[in-house]
Nanobody, 116 residues
Framework: DVQLQASGGGLVQPGGSLKLSCAAS????????MTWVRQAPGQDPEWVSA????????NYADPVKGRFTISRDNAKNTLYLQMNSLEREDTAVYYC?????????RGQGTLVTVSS
């Protein structure tokens, strides 16, 4: 079974940093692009960032461009999201996701709260 488990969230002050991790299992991790998606309270899910299977190409949503960095360690089947210069508007549950043979998988998220 495909499993995705995000971790690393928490409470951080505006301007602070956090690094999220996503442990993947049940599929050939290095073969598939991976994404981070977030959902703020009362809001629709928002795509944040994506990375190719090899890690050579990345893309970011405009609100996080220049502040967030997506990366992956295929030897560890782990996806990361380094978040710097956090803003209150970044408060959300963050999920890692992938699409395999037309099916979208999204694991349990991790809550990031940016507040003073």
């Amino acid at each position: 079974d495909v499993q995705l488990q995000a971790s690393g969230g928490g409470l951080v002050q505006p301007g602070g940093s956090l690094k999220l991790s996503c442990a993947a299992s049940g599929f050939t991790f290095s073969t598939y692009f991976m994404t981070w998606v977030r959902q703020a309270p009362g809001q629709d899910p928002e795509w944040v960032s994506a990375i190719t299977g090899s890690g050579d190409l990345t893309n970011y949503a405009d609100p996080v461009k220049g502040r967030f960095t997506i990366s992956r360690d295929n030897a560890k089947n782990t996806l990361y999201l380094q978040m710097n210069s956090l803003e209150r508007e970044d408060t959300a549950v963050y999920y890692c996701a992938t699409e395999i043979h037309g099916v979208t998988y999204r694991g349990q998220g991790t809550l990031v709260t940016v507040s003073s």
